[in-house]
């Protein structure tokens, strides 16, 4: 298969952008670029997202899961290309920095009930699955290099274990952690992990990256047997949707493809080989599920192929192939 590069050209202007920059190769500084870059920050609807996180950092945090979450906002917004220097996202970096923790990650107010051990109250914390988010999305705006962020990268790796990173909060939220148990690793905090380790060129190669990269493809490997956490990797993990929210199948993809190691890795040709049997005949790829607080984006629907859906699969399939496979 090749991706339909015509079709997604043809798409709304971050689809565009993105093609050109991830699937063409295409520099920053080409004409193409700049034009579709400018388009798509020009989108009412990008705007308004931007617009939205300027009032950082929301309601308060309930559900890592809700796809309506600052953070997940951010990770959007960065994976279309967004910078710090781009219109309203530096007032959004200075919110973020604003609430940096003593022990280093950036806090979000988070309330834990107080059935699953918590007080009930708000308080600034932060968990293993949000504070990696917030930094990969800072390192994404071009911060990489910022004091504050290697600090919160550091403190964040530090809490690797042998099997990767286990349910983790911050000293605000005492000993609370999900349903698992405590030497079980976290699939979605490992993940996590992993995808801001790939944003940091010292970190990518580390011990760290590759005992996270060894645990999920280890629970792939084993994925009718071990469900840490409550975390499967069955038919709803195996359905493909955007944005990349969650444990699902195309974001756990889109962050092992970032390790270039992995490429002659069986399993991640075997998980690979699931999201290539997905596309149709014209090498598209259509969303089996949606978030439906992205239900009003082209990709918040289950009737016809998406191109930003196509675009997320060809990336991954492009990163795999450009090394070899």
Same mark, same amino acid.
């Given at each position: 298969?090749?991706?339909?590069?015509? #079709?997604?050209?043809?798409?709304?202007?971050?689809?565009a952008?993105?093609?050109?920059?991830?699937?063409?190769?295409?520099?920053?500084?080409?004409?193409?670029?700049?034009?579709?870059?400018?388009? +798509?920050?020009?989108?009412?609807?990008?705007?308004? =997202?931007?617009?939205?996180?300027?009032?950082?950092?929301?309601?308060?945090?309930a559900?890592?899961?809700? &796809?309506?979450?600052?953070?997940?906002?951010?990770?959007?917004?960065?994976?279309? %290309?967004?910078?710090?220097?781009?219109?309203?996202?530096?007032?959004?970096?200075?919110?973020?920095?604003?609430?940096r923790?003593?022990?280093g990650?950036?806090?979000?107010?988070?309330?834990?009930?107080?059935?699953? %051990?918590?007080?009930?109250?708000?308080?600034?914390?932060?968990?293993?699955?949000?504070?990696?988010?917030?930094?990969?999305?800072?390192?994404?705006?071009?911060?990489?290099?910022?004091?504050?962020?290697?600090?919160?990268?550091?403190?964040?790796? %530090?809490?690797?274990?042998?099997?990767?990173?286990?349910?983790?909060?911050?000293?605000? =939220?005492?000993?609370?952690?999900?349903?698992?148990?405590?030497?079980?690793?976290?699939?979605?905090?490992?993940?996590? +992990?992993?995808r801001?380790?790939?944003?940091?060129?010292? =970190?990518?190669?580390?011990?760290? &990256?590759?005992?996270?990269?060894?645990?999920?493809?280890?629970? #792939?490997?084993?994925?009718?047997?071990?469900?840490?956490y +409550?975390?499967?990797?069955?038919?709803?993990f195996?359905?493909?949707?955007?944005?990349?929210?969650?444990?699902?199948?195309?974001?756990?993809?889109?962050?092992?493809?970032?390790?270039?190691?992995?490429?002659?890795?069986?399993? =991640?040709?075997?998980?690979? &080989?699931?999201? +290539?049997?997905?596309?149709?005949?014209?090498?598209?790829?259509?969303?089996?599920?949606?978030?439906?607080?992205?239900?009003?984006?082209?990709?918040?629907?289950?009737?016809?192929?998406?191109?930003?859906?196509?675009?997320? &699969?060809?990336?991954?399939?492009?990163?795999?192939?450009?090394?070899?496979?």
């Open positions: 298969m090749k991706p339909p590069i015509d #079709w997604l050209l043809a798409g709304e202007p971050f689809v952008y993105r093609t050109r920059r991830d699937l063409l190769g295409e520099p920053e500084a080409a004409p193409d670029v700049r034009a579709a870059r400018d388009a +798509m920050l020009a989108d009412p609807r990008v705007n308004a =997202l931007v617009q939205t996180l300027t009032g950082w950092p929301g309601k308060p945090l559900s890592h899961k809700s &796809a309506s979450q600052f953070f997940h906002v951010l990770g959007f917004l960065t994976d279309l %290309g967004l910078s710090a220097e781009d219109p309203g996202m530096n007032q959004v970096v200075r919110a973020i920095l604003a609430h923790s003593d022990e990650p950036f806090s979000l107010p988070t309330v834990v009930p107080t059935r699953y %051990g918590g007080t009930g109250a708000e308080q600034w914390a932060w968990a293993l699955c949000d504070a990696p988010l917030v930094v990969a999305g800072l390192a994404r705006l071009g911060l990489q290099d910022q004091p504050a962020v290697r600090d919160a990268v550091a403190h964040l790796t %530090g809490l690797v274990r042998a099997n990767g990173w286990p349910c983790a909060v911050s000293k605000e =939220l005492g000993t609370f952690r999900g349903p698992g148990r405590k030497d079980d690793p976290c699939p979605f905090a490992t993940l996590a +992990m992993l801001s380790l790939a944003e940091f060129p010292d =970190l990518r190669d580390g011990a760290e &990256a590759r005992t996270g990269t060894e645990t999920l493809l280890s629970l #792939w490997a084993d994925s009718h047997t071990r469900h840490p +409550m975390f499967f990797m069955g038919t709803d195996r359905k493909i949707k955007a944005p990349l929210v969650w444990y699902d199948l195309l974001h756990v993809l889109d962050v092992l493809t970032r390790f270039p190691w992995l490429a002659p890795d069986p399993r =991640l040709a075997d998980m690979l &080989a699931v999201l +290539m049997a997905k596309a149709d005949d014209d090498a598209r790829f259509t969303p089996e599920s949606v978030w439906l607080a992205w239900k009003d984006w082209e990709f918040g629907q289950k009737k016809a192929p998406s191109r930003w859906v196509t675009f997320l &699969a060809w990336r991954i399939l492009t990163r795999w192939q450009g090394v070899g496979r």
